[in-house]
């Protein structure tokens, strides 16, 4: 999208741009709680998230393995269905997020998020879904791992 003219007068307007863009990346609420209708059928999170349940499994496989490799942590998801890594920028020379989530896809074929498609300020995070399969998720994070071993940018 392209926006001439006098930008001064319509910060507002811009800003509201740029949410509705960001909204593209996570469904909203609305959205999230009409799924269950659309597919029809008892359908309930609460199977997926108890202590043996598929999520719950899979947020724990990927907040453990995470937090394993040297230069990245991250909190355990309280909800969602990602987790927010941070990036030692010293350690591997970070100053573009999204170079680096380029880097990993190129050289490792795995998909994240930079953090600043989410607003955040600084330039050292990506946002990892873990809603793959654990055998999945597994390898997935075995590819990052490889990947930030000899990241330097």
Do not use: W
Request: glycine share 8%; proline share 3%.
């Amino acid at each position: 999208m392209v926006l001439s003219g006098p930008k001064e007068h319509a910060k507002g307007y811009i800003e509201g741009l740029n949410i509705l863009s960001s909204m593209r990346l996570c469904a909203n609420v609305p959205c999230q709680n009409a799924i269950q209708t659309a597919l029809g059928g008892y359908q309930s999170i609460n199977d997926l998230i108890q202590g043996d349940g598929r999520l719950n499994l899979q947020r724990n496989l990927a907040h453990k393995m995470i937090n394993l490799i040297d230069g990245l942590s991250c909190n355990p998801a309280m909800g969602a269905l990602y987790l927010f890594v941070k990036v030692d920028a010293k350690k591997f020379n970070i100053k573009d997020d999204e170079k680096m989530v380029l880097d990993l896809l190129q050289q490792q074929q795995i998909l994240v998020v930079h953090g600043s498609g989410f607003n955040a300020d600084d330039k050292n995070y990506f946002r990892l879904v873990f809603l793959p399969h654990i055998d999945e998720l597994r390898l997935a994070i075995g590819k990052i791992e490889t990947f930030f071993s000899n990241y330097h940018q």
